[in-house]
C-alpha cells in the first residue's frame, strides 16, 4: 500500500466551476499536509499547507484536512483556465522529506 | 529575490557516464533535499542535506548515486556510470532550517540517457 494515494485523474471542468481534488494516506504520524501545483515541464509551486485538521483558506483555494479519516482535499473556486495543471498533495513527517501522491492533472476549459 | 536555482536545465548522457545536477538554494535557507520525478509517476525523495552535512539519504540508491551540499557553493548530486533508468526530471527544494513544511521547488534538471 502506497502511502499517500491520489487519483490521477484526468479532471476536466468547465471555467468558473467548483474543483475538488483529494488524497488519502495511511501514515497517522504525518504532521503537514501540502498542496503544490506542477505546470508541464516546470518545478512544483508550493499553494499552501495546514498542520491541523480543520480548513484552511486562501483566496480561491480553500485546503481540508480530516485526520480521523486520513483524508485530505484542495477546492479550488471559480476555476479557471490557468489553474490547468498537476496538482500534488504531499505529507511530511517530522522536517524531512515530503510524501507525494502521484498528481492529479486538471484541465479547466474556457 | 531569487527563487531555487537548478543546472543545466536539460543533460544527456551516454550508458556509463558521469551525471553532475547542481541546485543552488533560495536565499536564506539552510536546508536543501533532492527528488526524482519519473514519467507517469509522482515525485519521490532521494536526500536531505545540510551545508556539510547529509542528514537523511533514506531514498537515495546506495550505488553510483551520491550528494553533497559544501560549506560554499551549490548543492550537487552526482550519478555515476549512468544507466537509462536514471533518466528521469530531478528537482532540488530548499527550505529554511526546521520548516520542511515550506519546501520551495526549483525548475528540475531533466537527464536524458542514451
Known amino acids: 500500500q502506497k502511502e499517500v494515494e491520489q487519483d490521477p485523474g484526468p479532471l476536466s471542468v468547465p471555467e468558473g466551476a467548483i474543483v475538488s481534488l483529494n488524497c488519502t494516506y495511511s501514515?497517522?504520524?504525518?504532521?503537514?499536509f501540502m498542496w503544490y501545483r506542477q505546470y508541464s515541464r516546470k518545478g512544483p509551486e508550493l499553494l499552501m499547507y495546514?498542520?491541523?485538521?480543520g480548513n484552511k483558506e486562501d483566496g480561491r483555494f480553500t485546503a481540508q484536512v480530516d485526520k480521523s479519516s486520513k483524508y485530505i482535499s484542495l477546492f479550488i473556486r471559480d476555476s479557471q483556465p490557468s489553474d490547468s495543471a498537476t496538482y500534488l498533495c504531499?505529507?511530511?513527517?517530522?522536517?524531512?522529506?515530503?510524501?507525494f501522491g502521484t498528481g492529479t492533472r486538471l484541465t479547466v476549459i474556457p | 529575490n531569487a527563487g531555487v536555482m537548478q543546472n543545466p536545465r536539460h543533460l544527456v548522457r551516454r550508458r556509463g557516464q558521469e551525471a553532475r545536477l547542481r541546485c543552488s538554494p533560495m536565499?536564506?535557507?539552510?536546508?536543501v533535499y533532492w527528488y526524482r520525478q519519473l514519467p507517469e509517476e509522482g515525485l519521490k525523495f532521494m536526500v536531505y542535506?545540510?551545508?556539510?552535512?547529509?542528514?537523511?539519504e533514506s531514498g537515495m540508491p546506495k550505488e553510483r548515486f551520491s550528494a553533497e551540499f559544501p560549506k560554499e557553493g551549490p548543492s550537487i548530486l552526482r550519478i555515476q556510470q549512468v544507466v537509462r533508468g536514471d533518466s528521469a526530471a530531478y528537482f532540488c527544494?530548499?527550505?529554511?532550517?526546521?520548516?520542511?513544511?515550506?519546501?520551495?521547488f526549483g525548475p528540475g534538471t531533466r537527464l536524458t540517457v542514451l
Open positions: 495546514t498542520y491541523s485538521s
Open positions: 542535506l545540510q551545508k556539510e552535512n547529509i542528514i537523511d
Open positions: 527544494a530548499s527550505s529554511p532550517a526546521g520548516r520542511g513544511q515550506e519546501q520551495f
Open positions: 501514515n497517522s504520524a504525518f504532521q503537514y
Open positions: 504531499a505529507m511530511i513527517l517530522g522536517a524531512n522529506n515530503l510524501f
Open positions: 536565499k536564506g535557507h539552510s536546508h
